[in-house]
Structure formats: C-alpha cells, structure tokens
C-alpha cells in the first residue's frame, strides 16, 4: 500500500512540473507573436502608401486597403504602385503632384 502511494505523489508532481512549463512556454509564445503580428498587418510594411488624414484621396495607379492599418487612425493605407514626382509635368495631362503622408518630407505622387 505505501509504494502505490509513493507512485502516484510522483504522477502529480510530474503533471504540476509539466504543466508548468507548459505555462511558461505558452507566455514566451503569445509575447514573441505579438510584434509580428503588427507587422504584418502594418500598411507601409507592405509596400503601401500611408495618407495624411482619411479625406486625402490615395495616389493615382493605387487602391484604398482597409486590409492594412497605418500607425495613425485617421490615416488610410493605399497599396499600388504610385507614380513619384517632382512637378506636376511629370503627372501628364490634369495629373497633380502632391505629397503623400503625415510627415514634412513625404514623398511627392502624381494623384
């Protein structure tokens, strides 16, 4: 009788241990996806284009994603190929160059 009691404390503490560790491991996991999980659903990470605020239309040769997300809410993310310039020459016939982004030196597009 005393060795089957002796067993079975060494069962549980062996499931306490175990699960335990399984504890530990599922915190590390959730902390490490955590950032990736951000960049993947980051708008510039992607190769797209981040507004100034939410009324600016996106550069022409690109659509509005509502997949994506831009760090600043009232930003809308478009993702495209743009066509960059310098003057409005360079946008063809009623094309407009205009900077595109939050910042002061954005990068000028033909929209």
Request: hydrophobic share 35%; charged share 20%; with cysteine.
């Amino acid at each position: 009788m005393r060795k089957g009691s002796t067993e079975m404390w060494w069962i549980i503490i062996g499931a306490v241990i175990a699960l335990v560790v399984l504890i530990i491991l599922m915190v590390l996991f959730i902390g490490k996806t955590r950032g990736l999980e951000g960049g993947l659903t980051e708008c510039e990470g992607k190769g797209g284009i981040c507004t100034q605020d939410s009324s600016q239309e996106c550069p022409g040769r690109t659509l509005l994603s509502t997949s994506f997300s831009c760090k600043v809410s009232v930003q809308k993310c478009c993702i495209g190929i743009p066509t960059e310039c310098t003057d409005d020459n360079a946008c063809g016939v009623g094309g407009k160059c205009s900077p595109v982004g939050a910042y002061a030196h954005a990068k000028r597009y033909c929209t």
